[in-house]
């Protein structure tokens, strides 16, 4: 395993990072604990998860949020692997039918750290993200109720994700003023297919040196390798069909690449992550411990300039703004 930096952080993590919301919807307690355990011996340490993971993520709905945390918390309490884990979760999400068991606020921070911390089965989180920008509750209230969980030593860094660019200036800037180290990573959508964050989102990380933390870094399966399969049992299949017949000729010229180099489609679009030096670690959300042992091997390849240029070409990207549309 490589390791690299958080962000500008002095902290360490793996240039992958386990990523669990398939745990207790899609993937069931045993199989988790087995991928836990491959992704530990394979040197793994960035362990991600939210509070509403494990579930359909709404607590109108039949229950499941927390479940996720828990079988992590499980996990790391049998295994006695928690000071070698770092640990990351959310909050922003909707946990309860209050009116203010969601958001940003301090009150929701506070209530929703602290159950995190009770699932987890642990006096302190690693990376703390805000799991979307909150723009109903002002930047001097967020960062007093982080600030707080800092002090009480429930929460070692802060993350964001799912930010629009200037959301990351303004939070950036407005923990300035409160000398605190501000948003060591940000964890966005991703990946050759939806390159969208190119514009305006990573030059706003790499003024501010902030880690990108790509979720879905094979497109929820799109360049997963399985172009002509039905794709059962995703939660958005219908909508993941759709974007295999909007994609159709992109998808066969990037079958064909990875068959001229021998890799297997999900691993190189791994490899095309993390051959850019603003990315942290892409989040792997394996459902089964083929599939992370399959993730494993990006890790180790070297994509030439060829073969990031013709990837460039079947997957363009929008290009810096205002660059792309202006003069």
Not at 27 to 32: G, L, R, S
Not at 55 to 74: A, L, T, W
Not at 80 to 100: A, C, E, F
Not at 155 to 177: E, L, M, P, R
């Amino acid at each position: 395993m490589k390791y690299t930096n958080l962000g500008r952080t002095g902290l360490k993590v793996s240039k992958l990072a386990l990523g669990t919301l398939n745990f207790g919807e899609l993937t069931d307690e045993k199989t988790a604990f087995e991928i836990m355990d491959k992704a530990f011996e394979a040197g793994i340490n960035f362990f991600d998860t939210a509070d509403v993971y494990g579930g359909p993520q709404s607590p109108d709905m039949e229950k499941g949020y927390g479940k996720s945390e828990e079988i992590v918390g499980k996990w790391l309490k049998q295994r006695g692997h928690r000071d070698q884990i770092v640990l990351s979760t959310k909050v922003y999400q909707p946990m309860g039918l209050g009116p203010n068991d969601r958001g940003l606020s301090a009150y929701h921070i506070k209530r929703a750290c602290e159950a995190s911390l009770k699932r987890l089965q642990t006096d302190h989180i690693d990376l703390y993200q805000m799991h979307h920008v909150d723009r109903t509750t002002p930047w001097e209230e967020i960062w007093q109720g982080m600030e707080k969980l800092i002090n009480e030593d429930k929460v070692s860094y802060v993350g964001s994700s799912n930010f629009a660019g200037w959301d990351i200036a303004t939070a950036q800037n407005k923990a300035n003023n409160r000398n605190l180290l501000g948003i060591a990573s940000e964890q966005s959508l991703y990946n050759l297919s939806n390159r969208a964050i190119e514009s305006e989102v990573i030059p706003a990380l790499k003024y501010y040196n902030i880690g990108l933390i790509p979720w879905s870094p094979i497109g929820m399966g799109l360049l997963g390798g399985d172009f002509d399969q039905s794709h059962e049992g995703r939660r958005l299949s219908g909508q993941l069909e759709s974007e295999f017949e909007k994609h159709q000729e992109q998808l066969k010229r990037y079958k064909a690449l990875c068959e001229k180099i021998n890799e297997e489609p999900s691993v190189i679009a791994l490899a095309w992550l993390l051959h850019n030096p603003i990315v942290t670690a892409p989040i792997i959300g394996p459902r089964t411990v083929k599939q992370l042992e399959t993730s494993l091997r990006a890790i180790e390849i070297e994509l030439s300039e060829e073969t990031l240029r013709e990837l460039d070409e079947i997957w363009p990207g929008p290009g810096e703004a205002p660059y792309s549309y202006a003069w």
